[in-house]
């Protein structure tokens, strides 16, 4: 049922940032940034609570003297991922059957 | 916020990182112009071998100069990303294939003792070297989802014809060959540039 949908992924934002990272091996902070037009402070936010929920990793170092922040889905996000947007099919197309 | 995509508009995004800052621009059409010194140095008498450390060296200067300021100009801006094993491997196998088809042209070549800087009389010489540049262009299009490289393929198909036309009615030399290469790369130079000053001010470096 509805109420069992991951709301961590469900947010709009949250589930943007692992579209991408979905379709990547990696990504920094700055390409984040710039693809989904958040704000530094909004996607620090999530990407916190996805990698509390352990669906994404993170990896900082420096290059060239400034700071890098490497982002990597994990396998358990991307299971999650994959579960979320079938779980999402299903519900869409049950809820078109209602409304058709 | 952005509103939820499409996998193929994520693709066209994340080709969009690798193209729009011109950069590739730059590189392609200094390679087309490189080109055209080959048969310059033919013209002087130059040992092949040395005229080919020459030709090799100005390709090498070229793609790591560019690489570069990939480095220190466009990664700052768009950020990082390693795109994934099934598109990175996708992409290699054209190239490759891409790579193979001329490797392949210039052995044949050699084995029917095709001279490739010599006059042949009719030989239209320029002509498959348009065709190579137009593949080349058109494939890079077609992998980076960007449309001005059909552009440029089609361009420097024309020119070289232009060129081998005009060696034709005798006015140039070495079927129209380095005129063409300077002039197709001139303007793709000019393009990328156009595109990086673009890109540089649409982009300010991150400071946050």
Redesign the interface.
């Given at each position: 049922m509805v109420e069992q949908i991951d709301k961590t992924i469900h947010e709009?934002?949250r589930?943007?940032i692992l579209?991408?990272l979905f379709?990547?091996?990696?990504?920094?902070?700055?390409?984040?940034?710039?693809?989904?037009?958040?704000t530094?402070g909004n996607l620090s936010s999530h990407l916190q609570k996805l990698e509390a929920a352990g669906y994404i990793s993170t990896e900082k170092k420096f290059r060239n003297k400034?700071p890098?922040t490497?982002l990597k889905i994990t396998d358990m996000g991307r299971e999650s991922f994959r579960n979320y947007v079938t779980e999402m099919h299903h519900y869409f197309k049950e809820l078109f059957d209602m409304v058709r | 916020m952005n509103r939820p995509v499409l996998s193929k508009e994520i693709h066209r995004r994340l080709m969009l990182t690798i193209h729009q800052d011109g950069l590739l621009d730059v590189l392609a059409g200094l390679i087309i112009a490189t080109f055209g010194i080959v048969p310059l140095l033919d013209n002087t008498g130059m040992n092949p071998g040395v005229r080919q450390v020459i030709f090799l060296s100005c390709y090498l200067v070229e793609v790591v100069s560019v690489l570069w300021l990939k480095r220190a100009v466009t990664s700052p801006r768009t950020g990082m990303v390693t795109l994934s094993r099934r598109t990175s491997t996708r992409i290699s196998l054209i190239l490759l294939g891409i790579n193979t088809f001329i490797f392949l042209v210039f052995l044949l070549s050699y084995l029917f003792k095709w001279s490739l800087w010599e006059n042949l009389g009719s030989f239209q010489l320029s002509v498959p070297l348009g065709l190579i540049f137009l593949i080349l262009l058109t494939s890079l299009g077609a992998i980076l989802k960007a449309s001005r490289f059909y552009l440029y393929g089609i361009l420097v198909m024309a020119i070289f014809m232009g060129g081998e036309y005009f060696f034709n009615l005798g006015i140039l030399g070495n079927h129209g060959i380095p005129p063409s290469s300077f002039m197709a790369g001139g303007i793709m130079v000019l393009s990328g540039g156009i595109h990086l000053y673009n890109f540089l001010k649409k982009y300010p470096v991150d400071r946050g």
């Open positions: 709009p934002g589930l943007l579209i991408y379709s990547v091996e990696k990504a920094d902070f700055t390409f984040l940034k710039m693809q989904t037009g958040m530094q400034r890098l490497l | -």
